[in-house]
T-cell receptor, first 119, second 114 residues
Framework: GAVVSQHPSRVICKSGTSVKIECRSLDFQATTMFWYRQFPKKSLMLMATSNEGSKATYEQGVEKDKFLINHASLTLSTLTVTSAHPEDSSFYIC???????????????FGPGTRLTVL | GENVEQHPSTLSVQEGDSAVIKCTYSDSASNYFPWYKQELGKRPQLIIDIRSNVGEKKDQRIAVTLNKTAKHFSLHITETQPEDSAVYFCAAGQYTGANSKLTFGKGITLSVRP
């Protein structure tokens, strides 16, 4: 149980275009999902917290108009990188949190990540 | 906000030896400290966690200790094996709460030499 998927796994796009990344909890309902950005050999930098049915909470320094987050259902959150530029190239990972039986309330289950390359 | 420091950044041990990874945190309100393992090209996986109401937790070859007074916690891996080679992240946050989030350390690359 507690499987999180992401789609796509890799995406290459041209500068100025928008890219949507999906994060799905496959076998549980995720009240909260988190979006992280990971640079090579670096840590997980939290970008925003996504709560189902409400606006996302962005971390300081993250542009909410550039990184649009939608959490329309308990199993799906999307991150849209708008007007992408080469500096947005990175590895984006989502995680989902739920109150599964036997799981700690704040245990986060990670997706496999999406490698974004902006040309 | 919370700040998590992790030391060292890299660690190399001989197979069979023990490895210890240390982290410090800044926010005394944090009461949940998970450890994640990320193998190359894979997603982070939770390997063990500890809440602030206990000082130590063990699961087979892995143990975590917490010193609330000093605000530091450590991961101990005994009898290391090559498959333990990975990046390990510590994190700190709240155990419960609608908007609770985790702050991660920078990660440590553990290499276990056969």
């Amino acid at each position: 149980g507690a499987v999180v998927s992401q789609h796509p796994s890799r995406v290459i796009c041209k500068s100025g275009t928008s890219v949507k990344i999906e994060c799905r909890s496959l076998d549980f309902q995720a009240t909260t999902m988190f979006w992280y950005r990971q640079f090579p050999k670096k840590s997980l930098m939290l970008m925003a917290t996504s709560n189902e049915g409400s606006k996302a909470t962005y971390e300081q320094g993250v542009e909410k108009d550039k990184f649009l987050i939608n959490h329309a259902s308990l199993t799906l959150s999307t991150l849209t990188v708008t007007s992408a530029h080469p500096e947005d190239s990175s590895f984006y990972i989502c995680s989902a949190r739920a109150g599964l039986a036997g799981a700690t309330p704040n245990e986060q289950f990670f997706g496999p990540g999406t490698r974004l390359t902006v040309l | 906000g919370e700040n998590v420091e992790q030391h060292p950044s890299t660690l190399s041990v001989q197979e069979g030896d023990s490895a210890v990874i240390k982290c410090t945190y800044s926010d005394s309100a944090s009461n949940y400290f998970p450890w994640y393992k990320q193998e190359l090209g894979k997603r982070p996986q939770l390997i063990i966690d500890i809440r602030s109401n206990v000082g130590e937790k063990k699961d087979q070859r892995i143990a975590v200790t917490l010193n609330k007074t000093a605000k530091h916690f450590s991961l101990h891996i005994t009898e290391t094996q090559p498959e333990d080679s990975a990046v390990y992240f510590c994190a700190a946050g709240q155990y419960t709460g609608a908007n609770s989030k985790l702050t991660f350390g920078k990660g440590i690359t553990l290499s276990v030499r056969p």
